[in-house]
């Protein structure tokens, strides 16, 4: 028996090592110096903490989520600090892609987070609350996405603000929006330019959403996938509900 | 009983000698023939008579008449006894093709000889009745196919033989520096002596892939192999590439068991492959085997990390399931090319100013480069830098900076410009007023606007005095983003020496504001996918190497990026 112990060990030891040495595949359970320097956080973190910051940083994949995964390593209230923190951080969204997984994964829980977020956090995170939703299937993302075309208000950026070229202007909401409906579209239907950029004149800009608009309201495909998109409604607490309501989401 | 002893032993002494035996089955080869038609007269031709099973070839025959006038018949054939009988037609050329036309039929009988080389022949054309007789005066056949080679993936594991043929091993190209001796990288050089053209040996060296030779146990005493391939590929007796081991092709060496080593020269053009041919030839010089393998010298992919970059880490879980065997960096991979065709590809993840030349100046390759722009100062590929020249200057002429941001954000605390290197319009004697101009990039559906600010100013523009800081040099700025005293821009002076020559085929800029920043730095050649905006995905580098990798369309690949983060586009310029 204790042999037997010892030798499954000693495969567990040379499996973690072989796969550290490899360099490719999975994410190595002990984190390189560049994982590092995108995740300084990860240096001493140790059980949950350190699940949750390789999960988010180097394994979700928001174009296929792992609902199983997320939700072992993941849960709301409980993460909710975790989570906003990458909201609200200054400098590079580095956290996009696994909080779009994670949103996703949690369901009724994340899509109520993200539109709370979006609601009550920061203007400086209403942009990446708006982003976390991307992976969301449900109709009500796509609803909410919608609604937000009409939200003029801005989304200040100190990074973008220090590193743009000339002719800067910061983001809207609105802005966010048509361009995250955008990458939600590409598999849908085909919508007219979503692309907004912080570098074209706001009246471009809204030239661009009016054309989204008056093509979402038309477009049959997009209609069409909507109706059929699976509702989280029914499993969000009433004041989740309200929320989303008051944010056009009917 | 007497002749029957006689004649095992003639045998046994026939393939002691090495000479083929007399009921060798024919292979096919390439012939010389002279005849006379019964219309045109006297021609020579080339015949070439090409395996395609065990009793059936593709023929083709070029005729050059003593007029002058040449013509190409082809067709196909079935061996039956000793006798190869072709149908087939006359050649209409490409043009011809093109405009529907037909060949004349044609069809041939030739004389197979027991040595297995052709003898005689005779054809005739269906619509003119022409008809002819030949002898073939010369020729080279085909050797019997023999295990001769052995190739060795690049896990060191043989390639079977049934995929020795088709699939055959992947190559990267001996494109890096592993001895470093090719030069140094430094500011302004932008040549470096990959290991391809490294005359003196190379220590450390690990691109080259083993192959072995296996002499058969019955080839005769004095037998030499002769190695054929093409220019794109290189072998070598040693794995340092020693001077003097280098085994050209046409070379024949002594047969015997041994390992050698290949070294991929230049990139295979998608769907052909190289091939790697070894013939056993008798002390009399006559090839009695043949073997053959195919190798794939890949493109090359690069995903360029600068300082500022979001982490490979997803290109690295891709590579991790799609690659060919246990090589790193590069990774070789199985991919397409934009036709569709069977491409490999050799993927590095580089992160050094010197590596950064070397995949820009790769004929035909793919790169991302992931990091802070700059402001379009160049690509930083450390930190701490304290004067322009350490950036990757691949710039403008002028570019406008936010210097504190630069010092206090982007880990460069010490970065000092001198006045010297203010930016200026050189057209007025008046210090540091250097002028914008409007500029519009081009993308694939779009327009973007930015600025540019010439060096000899250009009697047009927006001028901006240089206005001193209180404090600090750092200070020191030409205007202010919506009169924030926080948020600065200075102009200066950038340039573009650290631009080596330009052959990639697609680059992406993924870094902020890629394409307003440096898209006259890297326009005007092949593709360039560029960010509009603030980036931010970590995933964006992997899918733009990934689509390239799988032979994705510009469009199809634009719209995999603009999935992820929606501020893509891209601008064909060719060659």
Known sequence: ?250 | MRSFKAVTTAMALLLFAGIAHPLDTFLGGEFVTTGTASKGGAYTGVLKVTPTGPTTFRVSEELRYASGNTVTYAGDATLSGDTLRVSGETSVGFLGKLAGKKGEGWTATFKVGTDGMLKSGSWALAKSGTTASETITTGKKNAATGDLLVLLDGSGQPVAKAKKKTDGVVLAVNLDDDDKDGGSGADGVTTITTDRDDENGVSNEDDLLAFRLAKPANAALGSRFLLSFSDKLAVWRTKTKAPGTRIKNGDTIEAKDETLWLEGRDASAGGTPETLSVQLLAPNGAATLQDEGKVFVARSAFLLLGHGHSSSSSLESWLGSHKADSRKNPVLVRGKDEKGKAQAWAVYLWSTEKQAKIALSTAGSVIAYDGHSNFGLGFAFETNFSRVSQFLNIADAQVPVNWPYLRDHQDHPNLIFEDAEYGDDASTPKFSDPVAVDRWIQGDNDQYHTRRWPAGGNGGGTRYPLVRGKDYKWDDHHYLVDSDATNARIVVKAGSRDMPAKRWSKLFLNSCYGGPYYYDSFGGRGTLFFTTDEASSPLTSAIFIESCIEGKSNDQTLKALNKAENINDYHVFGE
């Open chain 1, 1 to 250: 028996m204790k042999r037997a112990l010892l030798l499954v060990a000693l495969m567990t030891v040379g499996g973690a090592a072989l796969a550290q040495e490899d360099g490719l595949g999975a994410a190595p359970r002990e984190p390189t110096e560049e994982m590092l320097q995108h995740c300084p956080e990860l240096r001493g973190a140790i059980g949950l903490k350190r699940d949750q910051l390789l999960a988010l940083f180097f394994e979700l994949d928001a174009s296929s989520v792992d609902e199983k995964r997320v939700r072992s390593i993941f849960s709301l209230p409980r993460d909710k600090d975790l989570l906003e923190g990458f909201l609200d951080e200054k400098g590079r969204y580095r956290a996009q892609s696994g909080l779009r997984a994670v949103v996703a994964g949690l369901g009724s829980a994340g899509l109520a987070w993200a539109a709370g977020r979006f609601e009550n956090g920061k203007p400086e995170s209403r942009g990446r609350a708006l982003d976390a939703l991307v992976a969301v299937k449900a109709r009500e993302a796509w609803k909410l996405l919608e609604a937000r075309l009409e939200d003029k208000r801005p989304v200040p950026d100190w990074r973008a603000a220090n590193e743009a070229p000339p002719g800067y202007k910061a983001l809207r909401v609105c802005d966010h929006a048509v361009r995250l409906l955008g990458s939600r579209l590409m598999d849908v239907t085909t919508p007219p330019d979503t692309r907004v950029g912080s570098l074209l004149p706001i009246e471009d800009r809204d030239a661009r959403i009016l054309k989204v608009k008056d093509f979402l309201a038309r477009d049959a495909a997009y209609r069409a996938h909507v109706a059929k998109a699976p509702s989280l409604l029914g499993e969000l607490d009433p004041k989740d509900r309200e929320l989303l309501e008051g944010l056009g989401v009917k």
